[in-house]
């Protein structure tokens, strides 16, 4: 690493560091001001067994996921480590760049189902389903005859709900609230993106909610150690009534599934209030999330197709049919809070061998600038 990028990477490391100061300030205050912050009973024992990489002032996460869900784990991770040390180590940030690009799913990932594709744009160029030239704009709704509605989604950097539409026919034309689907629409988007159809999801799941696409996101670790690709947990995402998004940061609640399909018996906000129901579903009579298995295979072909990115945030959809679609392969800044909220933990058993192996090789926090030179 040359020195600007030294610089850099020290400027981007304190600036995030703060930010996640701040994010857990204000979990803590909130929890403060209903007068339920517990001390985890554990906090000594914690910063004693590994003071080699944890702060003192990261406690606080250990004390923000004991009192939201009563778990006195030891295995917790605070946001900042694992946003500046694990992450960036597990996967390489610029490699993992077309990894996640949502243009190339079907190209590298042939062996699982995906959505039916209308459009895309690629490096500003639009293109069909099989990649071919299909003009501009007039392309794009030739590609879009006699289709009803459909989402658009940036290429990347679609995280959190940003960048996503769902555009439904109005009159002559595709609309999202205010929003008009036309050629100044595209100009004005800047991002690479892909076009869609709004899957008609499996009646397990649209029941959660009928007017988001309510999907399976499944987290995926290829061992440091020896390769083994390991499901770390498995969440439903359930969006609030009305919205077609199903992010917790738009309303929405996560659900947690065990091992063998069972649904949890209380679902979370992204304030980490607990909700036993959610949109009129009581979650301790709900039967085992049907294709849950099938998800499960289909994360993990594409976990063993990854050599640059270790940890991956699967998302997924069951179709009408029950055929299991990816929808997002996240890999970067991906949100760790509900996993620990809901188990008790992050990385469980695989928590000490992806510490040790982070702390001792260093990680680059930023795409390289300079290229490096080759002796």
Not at 128 to 154: C, H, M, P, T, W
Not at 200 to 209: I, V
Request: hydrophobic share 35%; net charge positive; aromatic share 14%.
């Amino acid at each position: 690493m040359n020195v600007i990028e030294s610089m850099i990477s020290k400027v981007y490391s304190y600036r995030s560091y703060v930010n996640h100061r701040k994010n857990l300030a204000d979990k803590l205050d909130n929890l403060k001001s209903k007068n339920a912050l517990k001390s985890h009973p554990l906090r000594e024992k914690v910063l004693s067994n590994n003071s080699h990489w944890l702060h003192k002032s990261d406690l606080g996460w250990f004390d923000y996921f004991f009192s939201v869900n009563g778990i006195a784990s030891e295995t917790y991770m605070p946001h900042w480590p694992y946003y500046l040390i694990i992450e960036p180590t597990l996967n390489h940030r610029l490699m993992v760049s077309t990894l996640k690009d949502k243009n190339f799913y079907e190209l590298f990932f042939k062996e699982v189902s995906h959505p039916l594709i209308y459009a895309r744009r690629i490096n500003g160029h639009y293109y069909n389903l099989d990649y071919q030239r299909i003009g501009g704009f007039e392309g794009v709704l030739k590609a879009l005859k006699g289709v009803e509605s459909f989402i658009l989604k940036a290429s990347l950097d679609s995280g959190g709900g940003q960048s996503i539409f769902l555009f439904k026919r109005d009159s002559k034309s595709y609309k999202c609230d205010r929003i008009e689907f036309n050629d100044s629409f595209l100009r004005s988007f800047s991002h690479d993106f892909v076009i869609q159809e709004t899957v008609r999801q499996h009646s397990f799941y649209q029941d959660f909610n009928p007017s988001s696409n309510n999907t399976l996101r499944i987290l995926v670790y290829r061992s440091v150690v020896d390769d083994s690709i390991n499901v770390l947990h498995t969440l439903l995402r359930i969006g609030k009534k009305g919205s077609y998004l199903d992010h917790d940061n738009q309303g929405g609640v996560s659900l947690y599934i065990h091992g063998d399909g069972r649904l949890s018996e209380l679902a979370y906000d992204n304030n980490g209030n607990a909700y036993p129901a959610f949109n009129g579903i009581v979650f301790s009579e709900m039967e085992v999330a049907p294709y849950y298995k099938e998800a499960v295979i289909a994360a993990q072909k594409i976990a063993s197709k990854s050599y640059y990115g270790r940890l991956l945030a699967l998302d997924f959809t069951v179709a009408e049919s029950g055929e299991v679609q990816l929808l997002d392969v996240n890999c970067w800044r991906n949100g760790v809070s509900h996993y620990q909220i809901h188990s008790g933990t992050l990385f469980g058993d695989f928590t000490s061998e992806i510490v040790n192996y982070c702390t001792k090789n260093p990680s680059f926090n930023i795409i390289r600038i300079f290229p490096k030179a080759i002796n």
